[in-house]
């Protein structure tokens, strides 16, 4: 079984235990101690996964929280907290702020291990979304239309990826802007277009994609 999972922990003997066991489990591990170093890995590459603590020497895990919330980029990474805090009020602030569990120390490495299982098994379910002509498969990116493997880019598989879970509803390119390159304002609309065009040409069908004049872009079957 494979991910991509960020541990923030600044405790290096929990952080170990944890980096061993998941790496065991067939997943990608990779250790922070602070958020600084962390922010700057998540500004290069997203995971599927970030196991979080709350008490870390630079920052508070709540803040660490509510940035990954705040960037629709990250929408879909699982935000599991691993805390001292034992309160019920610290649960209810993580859950509130965003994470999608919660985990108290100190905790059994089994249970942890379990969760991130059920995870990921959930994920693999999920990856495969069929949508007319249109598959795309996120467990090992990749893009068909009528069953012929489409020869896309990164970005303009993530783009194709918005448009079909979309499901006919119109995508804006502010919208796509946002979502995938994060930080858009010195990039310019046109940016979008010229990918939406490159796709096109791969499928193979102008008709697929249609062109809302002025707003984004819709997928028509």
Avoid at 57 to 75: A, C, E, S
Avoid at 79 to 85: D, F, H, K, M
Avoid at 107 to 115: A, G, K, T, Y
Wanted: charged fraction near 30%; glycine fraction near 4%; charge should be negative.
């Amino acid at each position: 079984m494979e991910g991509l999972i960020y541990s923030v922990e600044d405790d290096k003997d929990i952080s170990k235990i944890i980096n061993l066991t998941l790496t065991k489990q067939g997943y990608i591990v990779k250790s922070f101690y602070d958020g600084n170093s962390f922010f700057t890995a998540l500004r290069n590459e997203t995971p599927d996964m970030i196991l979080l603590d709350m008490m870390l020497p630079d920052y508070d895990g709540l803040d660490i929280l509510r940035k990954i919330r705040n960037d629709k980029k990250f929408d879909d990474v699982f935000v599991l907290i691993i805390s001292a805090r034992r309160m019920l009020t610290d649960k209810v602030d993580g859950l509130d702020c965003g994470a999608d569990d919660y985990i108290e120390k100190p905790f059994d490495i089994l249970e942890l291990m379990s969760r991130v299982n059920s995870k990921f098994r959930r994920i693999k379910r999920t990856s495969e979304v069929i949508y007319g002509p249109l598959k795309i498969d996120n467990e090992y990116h990749v893009a068909f239309y009528n069953d012929i493997k489409l020869d896309l880019t990164v970005k303009e598989f993530q783009i194709l990826e918005m448009l079909i879970n979309a499901k006919g509803k119109v995508v804006s390119r502010e919208e796509i802007l946002n979502k995938i390159w994060g930080d858009y304002e010195e990039l310019q609309t046109r940016t979008v277009d010229m990918h939406i065009k490159s796709i096109r040409k791969k499928i193979n069908n102008e008709d697929v994609i249609k062109t809302i004049y002025g707003i984004g872009y819709q997928v028509v079957l």
